[in-house]
């Protein structure tokens, strides 16, 4: 499956947005969805997934409280995103594997990845 992640943009300090994450095709049950971030500088981190079949999720603590991961339709998962901090600016990529792993190398899948600008 090929995935597009949008919706990135610049916003401040306490500001909100929401991404998408559109697959080529339907999303099948087997598929874990993720989102990970990469700041300049610093490895890919993980920031939230949800196992398609169940519905479950697992969230960072970093972005904890601040960060939904949720299923849109069939075949596009949404990252919001609010509170935001000049931290949490990176490029964030979309994902899709079939392990519920909070570590990059077990999504199979990757999208292009969206800026995201938090200024202070």
């Known amino acids: 499956v090929q995935l597009q992640a949008s919706g990135g943009g610049l916003v401040q300090t306490g500001g909100s947005l929401r991404l998408s994450c559109i697959a080529s095709s339907r999303i099948y049950s087997s598929y874990v969805m993720g989102w990970f971030r990469q700041a300049p500088g610093k490895e890919r981190e993980f920031v939230a997934f949800?196992?398609?079949?169940?519905?479950?999720t697992n969230v960072a603590d970093s972005v904890k409280g601040r960060v939904t991961i949720s299923k849109a339709n069939a075949d596009t998962v949404y990252l919001q995103m609010s509170s935001l901090k000049p931290e949490d600016t990176a490029v964030y990529y979309c994902?899709?594997?079939?392990?519920?792993?909070?570590?990059?190398?077990?999504?199979?899948?990757w999208g292009q990845g969206t800026q995201v600008t938090v200024s202070s």
């Open positions: 994902a899709a594997g079939l392990h519920t792993s909070t570590t990059a190398r077990d999504f199979t899948n």
């Open positions: 949800l196992r398609w079949s169940t519905g479950r």
